[in-house]
Each structure stands twice: as C-alpha cells, then as structure tokens.
C-alpha cells in the first residue's frame, strides 16, 4: 500500500464518549495504522488451523451476525477465560492456551472478530472491535449465563488493549490477564515499524516526525490506550511481556505496570528473557499458573 493511497483521506471531528475524536488524517502514522489494522484481517483469514485433536469434541462454534466464537469445554460454568486475540490472528492460533486451560478445568471463550478468521470481510475500526467484544461478552453472560465474578478476560497483544477497555468498563469481572499488550500507539516496537512481512508498517520518518510534534503524538495516543484505560482499572491485574519483544515494548508494558500499581489493581507482572512477541509455551504455562491462582 502506496502513501498516496493515504493521503485521499479527509479529516473530520466525530463524537465520542471520552470527548471529541479525531479521525488523524494530517496525521500520515495513523494513516497508515488504519491501513495495518484493515489488512492485518485479511492476513488472518489465510492462518486459520484445525481444531487440535486435544479440543477434539470440546469445541462449539457459535455464529452471530458480524462475529463468531470458540466455547471451548462449554459445560463448565464457574471458571471462564474471555479471550481476545491479537492482530494478524484468528482464534484458531491459539489452540495451545485453551488445551492448557481446559486441562484444568476452564472453559474458554475466544472472540473472533468481524473480518477476521472465518468472518466475512469487514472494514476495521477500533470501536468495531470494541463492539465487537461487546457483543460476544453480552452472548457469554446472558445467553450462556456466565456470571462476570466468574470470568477472567485475557487480552494477547491488540486483542490487550481491547482487554484492558473492556475491563475497564465492566469492573464486575473476576479478573484481567494482559500479555504483551499495547500501552500506546507510539509505544510500537520495531519490528512493527520495520518489518515489511507484517504488512505496510510504519516508515520510520513518519514515526520520528510523529513522536517530535506533540499534537501528532497526542493524536495518534488517542488509540488503543491501554495505559489510559488502566487509569479506571477496579479489575484485578496481571501483566506479562518479554524483553525481547520488538512488536510492543518493556517501556509502555512498564507504563502499563505503574498504572496498574497507582490505581490499586496490579497483582504480578511478568518478564520473560526470551518469546518475543508470541505467546509461547512458558506465557502459556504462567498464565495456566496464574488462573489456577485466581480461581483457587
């Protein structure tokens, strides 16, 4: 995707609950983030898995008209896991965190939002997803009946940011897990800067010209938020990252953490030396420890 292509955009104020929001069109690194975002979906439609044969039976696939989801070991009731996936994923990549928790006892429902994995093709916003997350919380809770006391929302990178607002929003909830997440939009790593195979990335002039004019940093910090969210957290909080993460960073992660610390909610924040960006096994094996914790 070419910048011209960007620069057709036209600015305008919309309405938000938080105050005025800007759609940042003289800002060319949100430009291009809402290029990302749109094609990091259609990535995921291509990494869809097969059910591993560990879930084999355990798996309900569940169809609403945007969105669908994975109710995984649906006869349980009182420990659940609200998943939430990260970009470029589908919720089929994440097989390995849901065999360990239902292992012990754990239903798990993951979101698979709309334009991702086996959705139909949709443009992608922010408050999409957020409603998105909405909508299959709304399906969790009042048609399967889940109470929020007995629900733990986990958030892997995007899907963490969208975490951290939920929770922030539905304080109910028994508990927030956040792997890797998004702080800030101008807390990127380099490697979603740079790395051409993550799709049109961010060039690196415009992010230098972002971070050096206030009101572009501003702007662009008005978007995925984390740390902002984390102001309002009443949920308990866990925190886990590696330092060699170059998707997101150990710097907004320890903004992240201070948030959380200030405002009464963090209960353990984890580093790991090595995983990078994904969830791998020793992510998964912490989080199976600290479910296992909450739920005790």
């Known amino acids: 995707m070419q910048i011209s292509e960007i620069n057709n955009t036209r600015s305008m104020p919309v309405s938000h609950k938080g105050g005025m929001k800007y759609l940042n069109t003289f800002n060319p690194i949100a430009r291009y983030l809402d290029i990302y975002f749109n094609q990091a979906a259609k990535v995921s439609t291509n990494r869809i898995e097969p059910i591993s044969p560990r879930l084999s039976g355990a798996v309900d696939v569940i169809r609403l008209k945007n969105i669908s989801m994975w109710d995984i070991n649906p006869s349980n009731s009182n420990k659940y896991v609200f998943f939430l996936h990260g970009i470029s994923q589908n919720v089929s990549n994440y097989q390995h965190l849901y065999e360990a928790a239902v292992k012990k006892g754990k239903g798990v429902f993951a979101v698979e939002y709309r334009g ?23 399906y969790l809770t009042d048609k399967k009946g889940i109470k929020p006391e007995n629900i733990t929302v986990i958030g892997h990178s995007m899907g963490g940011a969208l975490a951290a607002d939920f929770a922030s929003r539905h304080k109910d909830v028994k508990s927030l897990i956040l792997i890797a997440p998004l702080s800030k939009m101008s807390y990127l790593g380099e490697k979603f800067i740079k790395n051409k195979k993550l799709g049109p990335g961010v060039p690196e002039k415009i992010q230098n010209l972002t971070n050096k004019i206030k ?16 102001k309002k957290m009443q949920v308990p909080t866990y925190i886990l990252q590696s330092k060699n993460d170059t998707v997101t960073t150990v710097n907004g992660t320890r903004q992240l953490i201070k948030t959380a610390r200030r405002q009464g909610v963090l209960k353990s924040f984890m580093y790991f030396h090595t995983g990078g960006h994904k969830l791998d096994s020793k992510k998964v094996a912490a989080i199976s420890d600290i479910l296992d914790k909450i739920y005790t």
Do not use: P
């Open 116 to 138: 991702y994995g086996i959705n139909d093709a949709a443009k992608i916003s922010e408050d999409k997803l957020k409603k998105d997350v909405d909508d299959a919380y709304k």
């Open 215 to 230: 009101l572009l940093k501003t702007l662009l910090d008005l978007r995925f938020n984390s740390v902002k969210k984390m």
